[in-house]
């Protein structure tokens, strides 16, 4: 989902919340992808059929027009979008014997997989929520010398990918060169456990194009000895953002791992922010001409179409934001919004909350 489209949900998730009505009259229906609208204008005319059953005059009558109002809206669509669609209808008046109807159709950015109609005081938005949630990808190793576990953190969700034993033998009570010959042995197996480990994560991890970061766990040196003889490939090592030490390298590993790197996974947003704004503060201190700052100078820049990157804070007007962004879409320039939770992003709002990494200079 693109910044742009994350904003656009938000404000609207946020603004249906805000509804509340006085009884069970506002309705919801949701249209996974794929799904035939026509079957769901059906549906409809059933519910519409039903609410003649209702007792109080005023909320039979709110009821009926809400479902009116999205039967003429289903019968005028030829399929349901691309990603399914949510339809949501109802007197959202706050004062008794008033009227404000309103009917509202929402697209989402990413595939509506849940068929639901309701009519509640509310209306039904967690599918939309659950979409807001983080979906940036862990990769997650838990290994110890019996076994390793492979898995992604997907959001808030852990999957397993796969586990597997090492079948490496216990150590033996012989002495002498048994003892020397069998611990090589051992160690020579530990190795090709490493480097097998090592492998499959390759196959695993290397082609997500969202793996933000790798995480590392099992107990013992176990974890520290796969890193340095199993031979991953760099591009995974440079991923790796820790280490844990943890009791386990099953299922329950994984678990215990993503709990025990909360306070890296807390930090990736910021560090990415960070990154942003060091570029942006670096520049304008050594090459202030391919910079800008300030709402009037950075709208003459993107009139020019000179901006490369746009700097928004999350703190500026929402109408400020889109006038801008809509800007940035005209000269295909990348947005990235800035918040207030780092020493940057403050220093950023101060500056004004608006600023821009040129493409050229501009007189």
Same mark, same amino acid.
């Given at each position: ?85 949510? %339809?949501?209808? $109802?007197?959202?008046? @706050?004062? /008794? ?7 509202? +159709?929402? !697209?989402?950015? &990413? ?20 979409m807001l949630e983080e979906k ?78 790798? %995480?590392?766990? $099992?107990?013992?040196? @176990?974890? /520290? ?7 991953? +490939?760099? !591009?995974?090592? &440079? ?106 992003g403050v220093q950023f709002w101060?500056l004004g909350g608006v600023g ?8």
């Amino acid at each position: 989902m693109e910044e742009k489209q994350k904003t656009e949900l938000e404000e609207f998730v946020k603004r249906m919340k805000s509804y509340r009505a006085r009884h069970t009259e506002l309705i919801t229906v949701l249209v996974p992808k794929g799904f035939d609208i026509n079957l769901i204008t059906k549906q409809l005319e059933s519910e519409k059929s039903t609410a003649a059953n209702i007792k109080s005059t005023s909320t039979r009558k709110n009821v009926q027009e809400a479902l009116e109002s999205l039967i003429r809206l289903t019968k005028s669509m030829n399929q349901t979008p691309e990603n399914g669609v949510g %339809l949501f209808a $109802g007197n959202v008046s @706050t004062v /008794e014997g008033q009227d404000d109807f309103i009917t509202e +159709v929402f !697209e989402p950015p &990413e595939e509506l997989n849940v068929r639901l109609y309701r009519c509640d005081q509310t209306f039904v938005l967690d599918p939309f929520d659950e979409m807001l949630e983080e979906k940036d990808i862990y990769g997650l190793i838990t290994i110890e010398r019996n076994e390793a576990s492979l898995g992604l953190l997907i959001g808030k969700k852990i999957k397993m990918l796969q586990n597997f034993e090492s079948f490496i033998p216990g150590k033996t009570n012989k002495g002498g060169q048994s003892a020397a010959r069998y611990g090589r042995v051992r160690d020579t197996m530990a190795k090709e456990f490493y480097r097998k480990v090592a492998s499959v994560a390759k196959d695993e991890f290397f082609n997500l194009k969202n793996l933000k970061g790798i %995480l590392v766990g $099992g107990p013992g040196p @176990t974890k /520290e000895d796969f890193l340095k003889e199993g031979n991953l +490939v760099t !591009e995974l090592q &440079e991923k790796i953002l820790g280490v844990k030490d943890i009791g386990y390298a099953d299922e329950h590993g994984l678990e215990l791992l993503v709990e025990s790197s909360g306070d890296l996974l807390e930090k990736q947003d910021m560090i990415k922010e960070k990154r942003i704004l060091e570029r942006f503060f670096n520049m304008l201190g050594k090459e202030p001409e391919k910079t800008s700052y300030g709402s009037k100078d950075v709208k003459r820049a993107l009139d020019f179409g000179a901006v490369d990157i746009l700097l928004l804070s999350k703190k500026l007007d929402k109408k400020l934001i889109k006038d801008f962004e809509k800007k940035a879409e005209d000269t295909s320039c990348k947005v990235e919004f800035i918040s207030d939770e780092t020493e940057e992003g403050v220093q950023f709002w101060n500056l004004g909350g608006v600023g821009a990494v040129l493409r050229f200079k501009i007189g």
